[in-house]
Structures are given as structure tokens and as C-alpha cells.
């Protein structure tokens, strides 16, 4: 959105993290207030939201806005009244939150969606992707690279779950939020939805398993890696001075390293005492006890910055995108501690790479975690692998922002570009999943073996007819010839 500011496009943001700008044609309106947004958690009551792949499926649908949220939300109701027209394009997220595509239909302008991450199952209906559960693993299944027969099952049951899932908690309940708000059919998201000119992934073939894309469908995985700039002369100082490197610690922004519990926190502090590294740790507590003389603490730090420092050896992350995709871009190991949602499937992308490892989080122990990091910081081939990686996601022939800003600007010259729209995405699913054209088939290859069998047998009995009846008249002539003898 700044990027196309900067450009000249006059740009409106409804944004829930507003922030300051000094380009005079980027509008941003806080509606910050009008949703609850998620509290910072501890690390332990977030691992409870997704326990295994169908649990991370179902904690999507927990983060549905509130028909009181959308309602009473005078921002949007504001957008909602102005004369259609005035917009060239309407981008809004594409996640479980189908009803903003409304908004487009009725400012009658065409619709660009984003999503932070490989497609989901409602994602492949709705742009007409090709679908196979033999081979393209759904967004958050945790072992997206080991294809065989019980990839395919449990690929297949979690896409079909996700569907219904969808079916249930978002589509039938946006269907009816729309025809309240909007005053119109509660089937009238489905023409909305075929309103939707482009969607952004947020993944990268050199990263994620590779799959096939439809030409309105474009991968810009790394949109927020920026140039590096000049870190905190404290930080720097640390890391230039360390021999050994420097390891990186950060569980993001929700997750607050503080609120890891007692032992697993004492667990890093061992390993982190028995390395020759320094260590920056993200800490928001005011002291670490039993921190030891190799390692720094600070309530924020500059991630992208640090993670650009050649110095700087390991990062120990939840698996967050944006900081495994940053990792990725510098080559730098990654070992990942998934809590919820998408995590666990980066790191797998990660290890399936050769460019990090997965810590599970119920595993964590003393032992565990420091032959983990003595074998990340030790063996050379994760570094290896990591800069290969690094090699394969940035040989593009445009910048992850470059391409969205084209993307963006030629979705707005064609007018909703209409023609990069498959035939599938309008297709009913019975039509993309050939059954009406099988049921024909069989049908006709029915209609034909009963022709044939109805056919045969007729001909058998007149044969048989002809044969048994000429038989019965001959031997009748004979005996009447007898008797008249």
C-alpha cells in the first residue's frame, strides 16, 4: 500500500495497526477500535490452539469478526455509503473472511485478495486452482514433502474437512451477515467472490513444495524484506565482538519469550552457557534470572537488521513467516519451535530444505535443546543449504514488491483483467470433477453393454427358435408319414 502511494496512486487504508506516515496521498483510517484484536499470550496457552493438523484447521475459525464487530464499525459503514466509482481496485485479506469481498462488489470495483501463505482449500474453489491431494499438501498439513499413500489420505481428509469446516463457520455465516449489511440475496458473496480479479500468496517455490498456479493467482513471498539498515550501536557492538557469532532468539511479537515456563526457560539458559556464541534474546522482562554473561537481552530488537549481519550464525524463532522468510533471504540456519498455525509447516519447508530444524515444543529439555544448536552451529551443511536457499529465493526476475505493485497496476488498467480468470473458478464442482461427464460415460457404456447383452439374447433365441423349431416340424412329417403308411 505505500509502495503504491509512493508511486502515485491515491491510496485509503482501513488498517487495525495504523501507522504514521508523511506521504501526502496515503489515507489510513483506524479501525482499530472497532475489532478485538488478539492479547499477548503465553507460550503455553498458545500451544494449546493447534495440537495436530486438523486442530490447526479448526483454530482458523476462531478468529471470525463478530456480526456485532462488522455492524457497529462507523468507519466501514462510512466506505460502505460512499458513491461506487471512486476506486479504481479494492485489496482486501483472503483467509476466512469472505465478507469484505462484498464491499468491492458494491463499490463496484475489481477485487485484489492476499494471503499469508500457501493456498487454502476454499482458496483453490475460489481462483479455479488445480486441486490434487495426491501431490499439493493443504497450506497446514505438517508434513507437506513425504508424498505416498498416507500423504494422500490424510491430505485428502484435511482438505475435505477444511471444506466443510469453511462451509459451516465462515460461508454459511458471512452469506447471511452480507444479506443483512447490504440488504441484498444472502447468495450474492457467490457472485462477489467471482468478482476476485487476482490473489497474492505469501509463499515462493524455492521455499514451499511447488505447485501449479492459474495466471491470476502470484506468489510474492518476501514483500516486507526491505534493505537492512544500521543497527542500535550496543547491538552492533555485540555482535561485531563476538568471535564465535552471534544466535539470534526471538518468539515474535504475540508469543513473549518472558512467559516461557520455569524449566524449558532454564533449558536454554543451559545450552546458551555451554556455547562459545553470544546471544541476543528477545526478552520483554525487565531480568532474566541465571542469564549468563553471553547473552543480551532487550525488550524489542531490530530483526531484520540483525538477521542481516554476517556475524550472526543461528536463529532460534517460533517459525513466524515474515521472520523465516527473512531468515531464508540472509541464508541463515533456522531452528524452529512451531506454536500454532502456519509454523510448523515452515519449518518443514525449512528442514525439507536442509536449512533448519524443528524443536518440538513439548520436547524441550536441557539435552534436547543444546545437541540441537551445537548441531546447527557445528555441521556446515545447514549453513550450506541455507545459503543455497537464500541463492534460490532471491533469483527472481522481479522484487517480491515490484511484482505486486505490476500486478496491482495491471489489474486497474484492464479493468478487472478479467481474462486471467480460469473457466474452473466458475465451474460447479460436479463439472471440475468430470463426475457429470463420467456418470456419461458410464451411462452410455451401460446403455451400450445392455444393447448388446438385450441384442445377443434375442438373436441366441431366434437362432435357437429356427434351429429346435425346424427340428419339431421335421420330425412331425415323419410320424405323419408312419401313420398314413
Not at 539470534?248 to 519469550?257: A, H, I, Q, T, V
Not at 446403455?447 to 438373436?459: D, P, R
Amino acid at each position: 500500500m505505500v509502495e503504491l502511494a509512493k508511486r502515485g496512486h491515491n491510496v485509503t487504508i482501513y488498517d487495525t495497526f495504523p501507522k504514521e506516515t508523511s506521504i501526502p496521498n496515503y489515507h489510513e483510517i483506524s479501525i482499530k477500535s472497532c475489532f478485538s484484536l488478539p492479547s499477548i499470550l503465553s507460550v503455553d496457552q498458545m500451544s494449546g490452539l493447534s495440537s495436530g493438523d486438523f486442530q490447526s484447521i479448526s483454530v482458523i475459525f476462531e478468529f471470525l469478526p463478530s456480526r456485532e464487530e462488522i455492524f457497529n464499525c462507523e468507519p466501514l459503514r462510512k466506505l460502505f455509503t460512499e458513491e461506487a466509482g471512486n476506486y479504481d481496485v479494492f485489496i482486501t485479506e483472503s483467509f476466512n473472511t469472505d465478507f469484505f469481498f462484498m464491499f468491492g462488489t458494491e463499490l463496484k470495483t475489481p477485487i485484489i485478495t492476499f494471503h499469508s501463505n500457501a493456498p487454502l482449500p476454499w482458496h483453490l474453489e475460489q481462483m479455479g486452482l488445480p486441486d490434487n491431494p495426491s501431490y499439493l499438501p493443504v497450506a497446514y498439513l505438517s508434513e507437506p514433502t513425504d508424498v505416498g499413500f498416507w500423504f494422500s489420505l490424510k491430505n485428502a481428509a484435511l482438505h475435505t474437512y477444511g471444506l466443510i469446516m469453511y462451509r459451516i463457520y465462515s460461508e454459511n455465516v458471512y452469506r447471511e451477515l452480507a444479506s443483512e449489511y447490504f440488504k441484498v440475496d444472502r447468495f450474492a458473496m457467490n457472485e462477489a467472490v467471482k468478482n476476485i480479479s487476482l490473489l497474492f500468496l505469501y509463499s515462493h517455490f524455492s521455499l514451499n513444495p511447488a505447485r501449479p498456479l492459474t495466471p491470476n493467482v502470484i506468489e510474492v513471498a518476501g514483500l516486507n524484506i526491505k534493505e537492512p539498515g544500521k543497527l542500535p550501536e550496543n547491538i552492533e557492538k555485540f555482535i561485531n565482538e563476538s568471535k564465535h557469532g552471534v544466535v539470534y532468539f526471538c518468539m515474535g511479537s504475540l508469543l513473549r519469550g518472558e512467559t516461557f515456563p520455569p524449566e524449558k526457560r532454564e533449558a536454554f539458559l543451559y545450552a546458551f552457557s555451554k556455547i562459545p556464541q553470544r546471544v541476543l534474546w528477545k526478552w520483554e522482562g525487565d531480568v532474566l534470572p541465571g542469564k549468563s554473561d553471553n547473552i543480551m537481552i532487550s525488550k524489542w530488537m531490530p530483526q531484520r537488521d540483525i538477521l542481516a549481519h554476517p556475524n550472526v550464525k543461528l536463529f532460534i524463532s517460533h517459525g513466524g513467516l515474515l521472520g523465516t522468510s527473512e531468515a531464508v533471504y540472509e541464508g541463515v540456519p533456522v531452528l524452529g519451535i512451531p506454536i500454532f498455525g502456519d509454523q510448523r509447516t515452515n519449518i518443514k519447508s525449512l528442514e525439507a530444505n536442509g536449512a533448519g530444524e524443528l524443536l518440538d515444543y513439548n520436547e524441550i529439555s536441557k539435552e534436547v535443546v543444546l545437541e540441537k544448536i551445537q548441531r546447527l552451529l557445528n555441521d556446515p551443511k545447514y549453513k550450506e543449504n541455507a545459503k543455497l536457499l537464500s541463492d534460490r529465493y532471491r533469483d527472481r526476475p522481479m522484487s517480491p514488491l515490484d511484482t505486486a505493485v505490476y500486478w496491482t497496476e495491471y489489474v486497474i488498467r484492464h479493468k478487472g483483467a478479467p481474462h486471467l480468470r480460469t473457466a474452473a473458478a466458475d465451474m460447479p464442482w460436479y463439472q471440475y470433477l468430470l463426475l457429470d461427464v463420467i456418470a456419461f460415460i458410464v451411462a452410455v457404456l451401460v446403455a451400450g453393454l445392455l444393447i448388446i447383452y438385450y441384442t445377443t439374447k434375442f438373436i441366441l433365441r431366434a437362432i435357437y427358435g429356427l434351429i429346435c423349431g425346424g427340428g419339431a416340424k421335421k420330425g412331425s412329417s415323419k410320424s405323419d408319414k408312419k401313420k398314413r403308411n
